[in-house]
């Protein structure tokens, strides 16, 4: 069993950036692919960004390709999620999750998910 930890969230003005960072204990991380997911209010979950457990390969919506970057360090069991430039449509609670299967953007396929972190953009 894999649990899932996020943090780094925050209040940042339109512009900002944060990093968010999740931790993982269990399982064997380093073979779990991992995904980023957000869920703003009366929005459904949707995805932001996924990393394979080699680190090779990465996905991004559309809307933050270029602005986001996803990276990992399996030797510290953690995952990351830089974001710039943030935008005020972007406040969400932001979920770290995991996969024992290759990367995709399809959170159907994510067996574990951290509790989420809150990420306000003000104008």
């Known amino acids: 069993q894999v649990q899932l930890v996020e943090s780094g969230g925050g209040s940042v003005q339109a512009g900002d950036s944060l990093r968010l960072s999740c931790v993982a204990n269990g399982g064997t991380f380093s073979r779990y692919a991992m995904g980023w997911f957000r869920q703003a209010p009366g929005k459904e979950r949707e995805f932001v960004a996924t990393?394979?457990?080699?680190?090779?390969?990465?996905y991004y919506r559309d809307s933050v390709r270029g602005r986001f970057t996803i990276s990992r360090d399996n030797s510290r069991n953690r995952a990351y999620l830089q974001m710039n430039s943030l935008n005020p449509e972007e406040t969400a609670v932001y979920y770290c999750?995991?996969?024992?299967?290759?990367?995709?953007?399809?959170?159907?396929?994510?067996?574990?998910w951290g509790r989420g972190t809150q990420v306000t953009v003000s104008s």
């Open positions: 999750a995991a996969s024992k299967g290759v990367a995709t953007t399809n959170d159907d396929k994510y067996e574990f």
């Open positions: 990393i394979s457990w080699s680190g090779v390969t990465t």
